[in-house]
């Protein structure tokens, strides 16, 4: 098929160029092209700002006659909520359809929304993330008005190993429905394992849409798209491991290096790298022994047949069970107990805090067969790592620091699955097979801008990411690195790296916290608390401020810590403080890498 633009107001050389542009192109790519330009050229208009932050603004006809209109609201911490959004961009075709990031939507606008899909991840315990605050706390108050006239849906992402599965998508389901919109589906709630079930649930919401619009349902799967590639993996292969504590330290933490050359991958300091585990055979070996398999038994998995031993080793979670996961196994337990430890959350909560599937098999008694097992556990995840390298510094390499996850529980010796793998089960030579996830929420900024740097234990590793790309740069930022593990001696992560930054001045200030090496314990918030007045002028003068580590304690201390610091020196409530965090968070001199 031959496509020609025709001369209008581009003069000729850019007609030209857009001419070579247009004959490389395919139908779609060119119905799409159409209505992304739509949605950027609408200058002067209220739609220009949108339009600018838009994930993807696919205005687009594939049918004559009239089209739904439909508005996707993404709010997202980790860009998963973005992939299921081009998902819809890429299989709506009798739609019109705008995608907006949560963050540069103005709430009150809802109020002119016909068809809503909102897309949401939970952050932390609960939470929404940064993008979806403002709206998820206009639509809990009472300046809403009605919603009579809006059909809407909730795709809610989460993890199931958290308390509050999918919470915020469950929370902006019942505040709709509250103020009186009409819900098309249920709330979709969707676990890691999200992309296994992408496709079919971005057919059922269109659908949904157009059938509540009088319209005929019309929408092509993802998979008849040539132009849609599925995301994949890269066999890495392990060229150095290497431990970084003391031999006098608790801890086992290594640093490792995979080689990614011809892969193609390239990253940013501040993404993350998925590591594809296998679950230790050991382990396996003792479930199938629980359940009295012989490991041979075949079970239906993605429409194959497969035996179960391999099933569990390679494609199901094992070290951790989740309340999903037990809900599932409660019809199989031969003992009445865990109906009784279901209804009691703090029991529950303990129950599975470090708990694995053998556990949980050798706690109440279960017996299934092998194909009820393989239904009842969820997919074996890839675990997250933050990198620890930039690449323009290292090449066709990725580095990590990993810290060794083992611990004693129910007389027995438990592991985490991913860990142990890197540290314990692959040597020099070996593959494994990893992915690259950028984290757009964890950036740089320009390299004369100053940048304060807090993390404990493994925390540190994207900070040393950040300064390899920094000193690569050469600019004017300073750097203050807050740092916290048990000892000095045996624990002072990369300790020769940042001496050897310190001294170059690529490192303007560093205070480390060794909790263990006094009586009382000291940790990296006590730190900035000590250091607060040069903290805030730092601040004052456009420092961006930095956090990864543990979510539950040091993240949680770290903001108080700042919160506090706000109080004091601007003499703010304790309200009013937090709203000033969040300000930081929406600006992005706030920035969180937490686990």
């Known amino acids: 098929m031959s496509h020609h633009i025709n001369k209008g107001i581009l003069p000729d050389q850019l007609l030209g160029e857009a001419n070579d542009l247009v004959q490389k192109l395919t139908k779609d790519q060119l ?34 006659g009239s089209s739904t209109s439909i508005t996707v609201l993404v709010g997202s911490h980790s860009g998963n909520g973005k992939s299921i959004a081009r998902a819809l961009a890429s299989t709506a075709q009798a739609n019109r359809l705008k995608i907006i990031n949560m963050a540069d939507y103005k709430p009150r606008n809802i109020k002119n929304e016909e068809n809503l899909i909102i897309i949401v991840s939970t952050h932390g315990e609960g939470e929404p993330p940064v993008d979806a605050a403002d709206l998820h706390r206009f639509l ?6 009605s919603l009579e006239h809006l059909n809407y849906a909730v795709i809610a992402l989460g993890d199931s190993s958290y308390n509050y599965f999918c919470q915020t998508g469950i929370e902006f389901y019942d505040r709709l429905k509250s103020h009186g919109a009409k819900p098309l589906t249920d709330t979709i709630l969707l676990d890691v394992d999200y992309k296994e079930h992408q496709d079919e649930v971005v057919t059922r919401v269109l659908e949904s849409v157009n059938k509540a619009s009088g319209q005929s349902v019309s929408s092509t799967s993802i998979e008849e798209k ?38 193609g991958i390239s990253y940013q300091p501040g993404d993350v790298l998925e590591v594809y585990a296998i679950n230790s055979e050991e382990l396996v070996q003792n479930i199938l022994n629980q359940l009295g398999f012989s490991g041979d038994e075949e079970v239906d998995h993605k429409g194959s047949r497969v035996r179960i031993k391999k099933l569990l080793q390679h494609q199901k979670e094992l070290t951790l069970v989740t309340l999903h996961v037990l809900k599932k196994l409660t019809p199989f337990v031969e003992e009445p107990d865990l109906n009784r430890l279901l209804d009691n959350r703090n029991e529950l909560e303990n129950f599975l805090d470090g708990s694995d599937l053998l556990d949980v098999l050798k706690e109440f008694n279960i017996r299934l067969q092998a194909q009820e097992l393989a239904d009842a556990l969820r997919t074996l995840p890839p675990r997250a790592y933050s990198i620890a390298s930039s690449q323009a510094e290292v090449g066709d390499e990725v580095h990590l620091t990993v810290g060794a996850v083992r611990y004693q529980k129910n007389e027995r010796q438990h592991e985490g699955v991913c860990s142990t793998y890197l540290i314990d089960r692959l040597e020099e030579g070996d593959q494994v ?3 690259v996830k950028p984290n757009e929420n964890f950036r740089l900024p320009d390299a004369d801008q100053d940048i304060i740097l807090i993390g404990a234990g493994t925390g ?38 940042w001496l050897k930054y310190r001294k170059k001045s690529v490192l303007t200030n560093v205070d480390a916290a060794f909790s263990r090496d006094q009586d009382e314990k000291i940790y990296v918030q ?7 007045d040069e903290v805030y002028q730092w ?37 009013k403080a937090e709203e000033r965090i969040i300000s930081l968070k929406k600006e992005g001199r706030y920035q969180e890498d937490v686990y």
């Open 539 to 575: 601040l004052q003068k456009g420092a961006t401020i930095y956090v990864c580590g543990d979510r539950k304690k040091m993240a949680k201390d770290v903001h108080k810590v700042f919160v506090n610091l706000l109080m004091e020196k601007e003499s703010l409530s304790a309200e």
């Open 31 to 64: 119905l799409w092209l159409g209505g992304y330009l739509s949605g950027v050229g609408i200058a002067g208009s209220d739609l220009k700002k949108e339009a600018e932050h838009t994930v993807v603004n696919s205005e687009t006809k594939l049918e004559q």
């Open 433 to 435: 097979a990893v992915k």
């Open 526 to 532: 006590h730190r900035i608390k000590q250091k607060a």
């Open 460 to 497: 540190i590793a994207p900070y040393r990411s950040f300064l390899q790309e920094r000193e690569l740069q050469n600019g004017n930022g300073r750097t203050w690195l807050f740092f916290g593990d048990q000892h000095f001696e045996s624990d002072f992560l990369y300790q020769a790296e």
């Open 226 to 263: 040539p132009n849609v590639s599925k995301d994949e993996f890269y066999k890495a292969e392990l060229i150095d491991k290497v431990l970084l504590n003391g031999r006098t330290s608790n801890k086992e933490t290594y640093h490792i290096e995979l080689d990614i050359e011809g892969s």
């Open 140 to 145: 809990g108050s009472n300046r809403v008005g």
